[in-house]
Protein backbone atom coordinates (compact mmCIF):
# COMPACT_ATOMS: atom_id res chain seq x y z
CA UNK A 1 0.00 0.00 0.00
CA UNK A 2 1.05 3.91 -0.48
CA UNK A 3 2.26 5.08 3.02
CA UNK A 4 1.72 9.04 3.17
CA UNK A 5 4.05 10.88 5.63
CA UNK A 6 3.18 13.66 7.15
CA UNK A 7 5.23 16.57 8.54
CA UNK A 8 5.58 18.18 10.99
CA UNK A 9 3.69 16.35 13.67
CA UNK A 10 2.50 19.63 14.95
CA UNK A 11 2.52 23.20 13.40
CA UNK A 12 2.91 26.15 15.97
CA UNK A 13 2.15 29.07 14.19
CA UNK A 14 0.23 32.77 14.97
CA UNK A 15 -2.85 34.44 13.31
CA UNK A 16 -1.20 35.99 10.21
CA UNK A 17 1.43 33.82 9.38
CA UNK A 18 1.93 31.66 6.74
CA UNK A 19 2.45 27.68 7.36
CA UNK A 20 3.23 25.15 5.03
CA UNK A 21 2.02 21.40 5.60
CA UNK A 22 3.89 18.76 3.95
CA UNK A 23 3.04 14.90 2.52
CA UNK A 24 5.52 12.12 1.16
CA UNK A 25 4.42 9.25 -0.65
CA UNK A 26 6.10 5.95 -0.72
CA UNK A 27 5.25 5.88 -4.25
CA UNK A 28 4.60 8.47 -6.60
CA UNK A 29 1.36 9.30 -6.99
CA UNK A 30 -0.78 11.42 -9.88
CA UNK A 31 -1.91 14.71 -8.30
CA UNK A 32 -5.53 14.13 -9.85
CA UNK A 33 -5.91 11.60 -6.97
CA UNK A 34 -4.45 13.52 -4.11
CA UNK A 35 -6.47 15.60 -1.52
CA UNK A 36 -6.41 17.28 1.97
CA UNK A 37 -9.01 17.20 4.52
CA UNK A 38 -9.11 19.80 7.89
CA UNK A 39 -10.52 18.15 11.06
CA UNK A 40 -11.71 19.94 14.23
CA UNK A 41 -12.06 18.54 17.11
CA UNK A 42 -15.51 16.74 17.74
CA UNK A 43 -16.61 16.79 13.48
CA UNK A 44 -15.93 15.01 11.18
CA UNK A 45 -13.68 15.44 8.40
CA UNK A 46 -14.12 18.51 5.72
CA UNK A 47 -12.31 18.23 2.12
CA UNK A 48 -9.79 21.26 1.74
CA UNK A 49 -8.03 20.65 -1.10
CA UNK A 50 -8.80 17.66 -4.51
CA UNK A 51 -6.33 17.27 -7.34
CA UNK A 52 -3.64 18.24 -5.20
CA UNK A 53 -4.39 21.88 -6.05
CA UNK A 54 -8.42 22.48 -6.23
CA UNK A 55 -9.75 24.01 -3.62
CA UNK A 56 -13.04 22.16 -2.35
CA UNK A 57 -16.31 24.82 -2.57
CA UNK A 58 -16.69 27.50 -0.05
CA UNK A 59 -12.49 26.74 1.18
CA UNK A 60 -11.33 30.14 1.66
CA UNK A 61 -8.44 31.40 -0.74
CA UNK A 62 -5.60 31.32 2.09
CA UNK A 63 -5.65 27.53 1.43
CA UNK A 64 -3.69 26.42 -1.58
CA UNK A 65 -1.86 23.24 -2.35
CA UNK A 66 0.41 21.43 -4.70
CA UNK A 67 3.08 18.96 -5.49
CA UNK A 68 4.08 16.39 -7.49
CA UNK A 69 5.02 12.59 -7.97
CA UNK A 70 5.54 11.94 -4.21
CA UNK A 71 5.79 15.25 -2.89
CA UNK A 72 2.82 17.10 -1.76
CA UNK A 73 2.15 20.88 0.20
CA UNK A 74 -0.77 22.40 2.18
CA UNK A 75 -0.09 25.71 2.58
CA UNK A 76 -2.06 28.17 4.59
CA UNK A 77 -1.44 31.62 3.53
CA UNK A 78 -2.48 33.61 6.83
CA UNK A 79 -3.34 31.72 9.68
CA UNK A 80 -7.04 32.29 11.17
CA UNK A 81 -7.85 31.33 14.28
CA UNK A 82 -10.53 28.91 13.34
CA UNK A 83 -7.21 26.91 11.02
CA UNK A 84 -6.89 25.11 14.57
CA UNK A 85 -7.36 21.90 13.53
CA UNK A 86 -5.94 18.34 12.24
CA UNK A 87 -4.94 18.22 8.52
CA UNK A 88 -4.27 15.41 6.71
CA UNK A 89 -3.59 14.25 3.15
CA UNK A 90 -4.81 11.54 1.12
CA UNK A 91 -4.50 9.61 -1.67
CA UNK A 92 -7.42 7.84 -3.72
CA UNK A 93 -5.30 6.48 -6.32
CA UNK A 94 -4.36 3.14 -5.92
CA UNK A 95 -6.49 0.80 -3.19
CA UNK A 96 -6.17 0.71 -0.07
CA UNK A 97 -6.86 4.44 -0.40
CA UNK A 98 -4.62 5.75 2.72
CA UNK A 99 -4.39 8.45 4.51
CA UNK A 100 -1.30 10.45 6.09
CA UNK A 101 -1.02 10.22 9.85
CA UNK A 102 -2.30 14.03 9.98
CA UNK A 103 -0.78 17.46 10.89
CA UNK A 104 -1.37 19.63 14.19
CA UNK A 105 -1.89 22.97 13.66
CA UNK A 106 -1.87 25.12 16.55
CA UNK A 107 -2.38 29.16 17.03
CA UNK B 1 -28.12 17.58 -0.66
CA UNK B 2 -26.16 14.92 0.01
CA UNK B 3 -26.93 13.45 3.67
CA UNK B 4 -25.56 10.36 5.51
CA UNK B 5 -26.73 10.02 8.88
CA UNK B 6 -25.14 7.31 10.87
CA UNK B 7 -26.34 5.09 14.25
CA UNK B 8 -25.61 6.42 17.59
CA UNK B 9 -22.94 5.49 19.78
CA UNK B 10 -22.53 1.75 21.48
CA UNK B 11 -20.76 0.68 24.24
CA UNK B 12 -18.89 -2.89 23.65
CA UNK B 13 -16.95 -5.48 25.60
CA UNK B 14 -14.29 -7.17 24.57
CA UNK B 15 -14.62 -10.11 21.83
CA UNK B 16 -17.99 -8.35 20.58
CA UNK B 17 -19.33 -7.55 17.48
CA UNK B 18 -20.77 -3.75 16.85
CA UNK B 19 -22.60 -3.39 13.54
CA UNK B 20 -22.94 0.27 12.56
CA UNK B 21 -25.72 1.54 10.12
CA UNK B 22 -25.40 4.75 7.72
CA UNK B 23 -28.72 6.02 5.87
CA UNK B 24 -28.06 7.65 3.07
CA UNK B 25 -30.04 10.48 0.99
CA UNK B 26 -30.00 13.37 -1.79
CA UNK B 27 -28.64 11.24 -4.34
CA UNK B 28 -28.97 7.91 -5.76
CA UNK B 29 -28.21 5.27 -3.44
CA UNK B 30 -26.99 2.33 -5.53
CA UNK B 31 -25.09 4.54 -8.18
CA UNK B 32 -22.24 4.92 -6.04
CA UNK B 33 -20.69 3.09 -3.44
CA UNK B 34 -19.89 3.83 0.86
CA UNK B 35 -17.00 3.42 2.44
CA UNK B 36 -15.74 3.26 6.46
CA UNK B 37 -12.83 5.16 7.82
CA UNK B 38 -12.43 5.13 11.75
CA UNK B 39 -10.59 7.90 13.80
CA UNK B 40 -8.87 5.98 16.80
CA UNK B 41 -8.18 8.39 20.19
CA UNK B 42 -4.98 10.10 19.40
CA UNK B 43 -5.01 8.69 15.99
CA UNK B 44 -4.74 9.84 12.28
CA UNK B 45 -7.69 8.61 10.03
CA UNK B 46 -7.76 5.25 9.05
CA UNK B 47 -9.54 3.22 5.78
CA UNK B 48 -11.49 0.82 7.21
CA UNK B 49 -13.24 -0.23 3.22
CA UNK B 50 -16.04 0.50 1.17
CA UNK B 51 -18.67 -1.22 -0.55
CA UNK B 52 -20.38 -0.98 -4.17
CA UNK B 53 -23.99 -0.18 -3.46
CA UNK B 54 -24.69 -1.50 -6.97
CA UNK B 55 -22.71 -5.12 -7.30
CA UNK B 56 -21.99 -5.25 -3.56
CA UNK B 57 -18.46 -6.00 -4.15
CA UNK B 58 -16.26 -5.12 -1.22
CA UNK B 59 -12.81 -3.94 -0.46
CA UNK B 60 -11.64 -4.47 2.63
CA UNK B 61 -8.31 -3.06 4.34
CA UNK B 62 -5.59 -6.02 4.93
CA UNK B 63 -5.34 -4.86 8.21
CA UNK B 64 -9.14 -6.35 9.03
CA UNK B 65 -9.92 -8.89 6.65
CA UNK B 66 -12.01 -11.43 8.64
CA UNK B 67 -13.22 -9.56 10.76
CA UNK B 68 -15.06 -6.93 8.73
CA UNK B 69 -18.28 -7.30 6.76
CA UNK B 70 -19.84 -3.96 4.49
CA UNK B 71 -23.64 -4.74 3.67
CA UNK B 72 -26.18 -2.49 2.07
CA UNK B 73 -29.70 -2.31 1.67
CA UNK B 74 -31.05 -0.64 -1.34
CA UNK B 75 -34.83 -0.51 -0.36
CA UNK B 76 -33.61 1.66 2.60
CA UNK B 77 -30.65 3.27 0.53
CA UNK B 78 -28.74 2.29 4.08
CA UNK B 79 -24.83 0.97 4.48
CA UNK B 80 -24.02 -1.45 7.33
CA UNK B 81 -20.25 -1.70 9.17
CA UNK B 82 -20.05 -4.82 11.04
CA UNK B 83 -17.04 -5.74 13.08
CA UNK B 84 -16.45 -8.31 14.95
CA UNK B 85 -14.00 -9.82 17.77
CA UNK B 86 -13.66 -6.55 19.22
CA UNK B 87 -10.41 -5.45 20.67
CA UNK B 88 -9.82 -2.07 23.13
CA UNK B 89 -7.66 -0.73 20.19
CA UNK B 90 -11.17 -0.90 17.80
CA UNK B 91 -12.25 2.31 20.25
CA UNK B 92 -12.67 4.60 17.60
CA UNK B 93 -15.09 7.26 15.63
CA UNK B 94 -16.12 5.02 12.72
CA UNK B 95 -17.24 7.32 9.33
CA UNK B 96 -18.87 6.13 6.21
CA UNK B 97 -17.74 8.49 3.36
CA UNK B 98 -19.98 8.53 -0.30
CA UNK B 99 -17.56 7.04 -2.54
CA UNK B 100 -17.24 7.96 -5.82
CA UNK B 101 -14.96 6.57 -8.87
CA UNK B 102 -11.56 9.04 -9.00
CA UNK B 103 -12.82 11.67 -6.58
CA UNK B 104 -12.43 12.32 -2.48
CA UNK B 105 -14.48 12.15 -0.23
CA UNK B 106 -16.26 14.96 -0.03
CA UNK B 107 -19.38 13.98 1.63
CA UNK B 108 -19.03 12.24 5.48
CA UNK B 109 -21.58 10.80 8.37
CA UNK B 110 -21.40 12.31 11.56
CA UNK B 111 -19.55 9.56 12.71
CA UNK B 112 -20.73 6.85 15.14
CA UNK B 113 -18.56 6.32 18.38
CA UNK B 114 -17.81 2.74 19.14
CA UNK B 115 -16.07 2.03 22.80
CA UNK B 116 -15.09 -1.39 23.30
CA UNK B 117 -14.08 -2.13 27.73
CA UNK B 118 -14.81 -4.60 29.50
New interface residues.
Given amino acids: EIVLTQSPGTLSLSPGERGTLSCRASQSIRPTYVAWYQQNPGQAPRLLIFGASSRASGVPDRFSGGGSGTDFTLTISRLEPEDLAMYYCHQYEVSPWTFGQGTKVEI | QVQLVQSGAEVKKPGASTKVSCKASGYTFSAYGV?W?R?APE?????V?WISADSGNT?Y??KFQGRVTMTTDTSTSTAYLELRSLRSDDTAVY?CVLVIA?????Y????TLVAVSS
Fill in positions: GVVQGLEWGDAQYGSPFEWGQG
